[in-house]
């Protein structure tokens, strides 16, 4: 519900429904690389003018928008900025107050070894670890949901060694990947596909064969 992310934020970043609107958090998994980012871009190499992955979701999230031709749908992306440059929403704690994936901070940690550095938490999945994205919000403004019951992320991070060694990973080491190995995954990205998000978006087009 609207509800649960607009009760842990400033209202600043609140979203513009009634606590009732029911909202769908949508990620993306290993295989989605395979499964839809390649086929999406065979069939659309001639009108890809962005980011590939956002537009492949884009489209993807479309699809699902005409499944409900009797309903209002709003889309949110999780690259849509407001005129203020503020996010259009706050991703991580939208996976979190859904159930999806816990969101680790640097509250969740109790001696706190980094002093005044800036420390950014990050989301971890109970299946998929860190391989695995926040790509977008589906809003059903016209679907009240009262009684629906707010499910608890797993908390798959459970010592304190191991949250610290998470958000330093993160903050200090995120280019090397290994904060998403922190847990025991199910699935990770494949060679081609960590090679695609490790290139600078630029290039990446020459991978998938569009430049």
């Known amino acids: 519900k ?21 909202a769908f958090v949508i990620l993306s998994t290993p295989s ?8 999406f871009v065979n069939k659309e190499q001639l009108k890809i003018i962005r980011d590939p992955v956002d537009q492949c979701v884009s ?15 709003d889309v949110m992306f999780d690259y849509e900025m407001l005129p203020s440059r503020k996010p259009k929403f ?19 940690v109790k001696l706190d070894p980094w002093g005044k550095k800036k420390i950014f938490g990050v989301c971890i999945h109970p299946k998929y670890g860190g391989w695995f994205a926040i790509r977008g919000l589906l809003l059903f403004p016209d679907i009240q949901v009262p009684f629906l019951e707010q499910p608890t992320p797993v908390d798959c991070v459970s010592t304190e060694e191991k949250r610290i060694e998470l958000l330093e990973q993160f903050n200090f080491h995120w280019q ?3 904060y998403r190995d922190i847990i025991d995954v ?7 596909q960590k090679a695609y998000f490790a ?3 630029a290039e990446r087009l020459r991978l998938l064969g569009l430049s």
């Open 176 to 178: 090397d990947g290994r």
């Open 2 to 22: 609207v509800g649960w992310y607009n009760a842990v934020l400033q209202p600043a970043f609140h979203l513009p429904y009634p606590d009732d609107t029911l």
């Open 199 to 201: 290139t600078p978006p």
């Open 90 to 108: 706050l991703a991580q704690t939208a996976a979190h107050v859904a159930g999806a994936a816990y969101y680790y901070q640097r509250k969740d």
């Open 32 to 39: 989605m690389f395979d499964k839809a980012l390649k086929p």
């Open 186 to 192: 199910k699935e990770r990205y494949s060679e081609e």
């Open 59 to 73: 489209h993807h999230l479309s699809r699902v928008k005409e499944k409900f031709p009797d309903q209002r749908v």
